[in-house]
């Protein structure tokens, strides 16, 4: 009945997430409303962690299997990414640098914030 409960409030806060990308004009995805929505809950205290910790660690250890369906999906647009391979490649080299780097400065800023306290 735990596992039962926790997915229930998992779905539950899914479902307020998808209510509000219908509702609101705003160019988010359902799925963002919904962790902005499980993580304010989680802060505040609303949802207690160990209510929904036991289904979401299942989540994250079948995650792989769950991308599955879109790994098989990328075979029938094999041409298409064929011909724009290299600038496929060069915005994937270019925004992983970009996240390095900015990663790497607000961790620096977080941590000499810390050292200054």
């Known amino acids: 009945m735990k596992y039962i409960n926790q997915i229930l409030v998992i779905l539950g806060i899914s479902f307020i997430g998808e209510l509000l990308s219908q509702f609101l004009p705003l160019p988010v995805p359902a799925s963002v409303y919904g962790l902005f929505i499980m993580l304010i809950c989680l802060f505040t205290h609303i949802i207690k962690l160990d209510q ?18 879109s790994a098989v999906s990328l075979m029938n647009v ?35 914030r810390k050292e200054k306290k």
Request: glycine share 4%.
């Open 78 to 112: 094999k041409d298409a990414i064929m011909n724009d391979l290299f600038v496929i490649a060069l915005v994937t080299f270019v925004s992983t640098i970009v996240v390095m780097v900015v990663t790497g400065k607000v961790a620096q800023i977080i941590i000499e």
């Open 52 to 69: 929904v910790e036991d289904v979401g660690n299942w989540l994250i250890l079948i995650m792989p299997v769950l991308f599955v369906p």
